[in-house]
């Protein structure tokens, strides 16, 4: 029976579930864990001293818990939900969470999912045990995640055993820098893609493949930090960021793993685009509309990161054009006496044209989340 657990005292079950918004699978990963049970709310009493000085007094097993003493400093945050956080410089740092699979009875596929799911709930090492020996299937799904996943690196491998190791710290990567950096990834492949329909910097569709598997391996970084904070709120102080912001980030990290994934599909249509002979008419609104999706790209990113409204209104406003024209286009190489595109070269065309659509929609998602609450990092 495959199991996941926490090394240490066990007294509970953490369900995570893993949403797959292009493939539209949910995974669910139960990881058995325990945890030392503590006070972390206690009632206090504003007081007033010298009739402008407002203080609070510090239970003392917190005092005697977190080892401060009396002119140590403590640093103070106001969340933008309303909360006070008080974090002390010197609390004691958190245990590293190690966590076993056994792969028996699991799939490649079932045995990617857990290993994930590990990593998304914090796990810093993770051991795979199978006894006399871990099947090969089984080896090369460990190998295939170590890949996929930014810093999770398989430390030693050995017959019966494969440690994976989480070598970056998640604190020290803003969840603002990651989706920056996502998305010149990711449009630095939009914009070699859209050269791509005329034929164009070939050389470069192979390197916007690698940048692609970046913004996969970049997004999963972002949603470990959001287990993070769901975990412990306080680590969003190191993030620069306020806690209720942080599922709108995570939101959107998936969102742009689901362009990134749309974009590959793109990719592999361009060879058969080009095999098809499809007319440079054809190929050149392909064009048009690409570079529509960039633009509508760049205003639905700038307006989630910088809180830019009038970015985001553009951005929303912009997807019923857009779809009309994209249907334009399809009626248009629908009709062979006008588009003089065979029944395979106007399904090629009509394929891709559904594919822009969806990134223009999944970003139009994304602008729609500057809606919901500042997601601006001070």
């Known amino acids: ?39 972390l709310v206690e009632p206090r009493k504003i007081q007033v001293l010298g009739g402008s000085t407002y203080t609070v007094s510090i239970p003392k097993r917190w005092v005697d818990r977190l080892g401060i003493e009396p002119g140590d400093f403590v640093s103070l945050q106001l969340t933008k939900d ?22 028996s009875g699991l799939s490649p596929d079932e045995i990617h999912q857990r290993l994930l799911g590990l990593y998304l709930a914090g796990f810093k090492r993770i051991e795979v045990h199978r006894d006399p020996k871990i099947a090969p299937e089984a080896m090369s799904a460990i190998r295939d995640l170590s890949r996929s996943v930014s810093g999770l690196e398989l430390v030693q491998e050995t017959q019966s055993t494969a440690i994976l190791e989480d070598i970056i710290d998640p604190t020290r990567f803003s969840m603002k820098m990651a989706l920056e950096r996502m998305y010149a990834l990711l449009r630095s492949s939009m914009v070699r893609i859209v050269d791509g329909f005329l034929g164009k910097d070939t ?29 412990e709120p306080v680590l969003a102080l190191d993030l620069n960021l306020d806690v209720a912001d942080s599922p709108a980030y995570a939101l959107t990290a998936q969102h742009l793993k689901a362009m990134a994934w749309t974009c590959r ?49 553009d951005c929303i406003s912009s997807l019923p054009i857009l779809e009309e024209r994209i249907n334009e286009v399809r009626e248009f190489v629908a009709k062979p006496a006008k588009g003089k595109l065979g029944c395979a070269a106007c399904l090629a065309v009509g394929n891709v044209l559904e594919l822009l659509r969806r990134m223009a929609r999944l970003v139009t998602t994304v602008a729609e989340i500057s809606f919901q609450g500042s997601t601006t990092q001070k």
């Open 203 to 231: 050389v470069g569709l192979t390197e916007s493949l690698a940048k692609l598997e970046d913004v996969e391996r970049l997004s999963w970084i972002v949603m470990k930090q959001h287990r993070m904070i769901a975990e």
């Open 265 to 313: 599909d793109i990719l592999d249509m361009l060879a058969e685009l080009d095999k098809l002979k499809v007319p440079r008419s054809a190929l050149l609104e392909c064009v048009e509309i690409g570079n529509s999706v960039i633009s509508m790209s760049d205003k639905g990113l700038f307006a989630f990161t910088r809180g830019d409204l009038r970015s985001a209104t």
């Open 1 to 39: 029976m495959p199991s996941a657990s926490i090394s240490g005292p066990l007294n509970g079950t953490l369900h995570i579930f893993l949403v797959d918004l292009y493939r539209h699978h949910i995974y669910i990963v139960d990881v058995e864990f325990r945890f030392v049970p503590a006070s």
């Open 82 to 103: 309303g909360h006070l956080l008080i974090r002390s410089k010197s609390a004691p740092q958190p245990v590293e969470k190690r966590g076993t699979l056994d792969p």
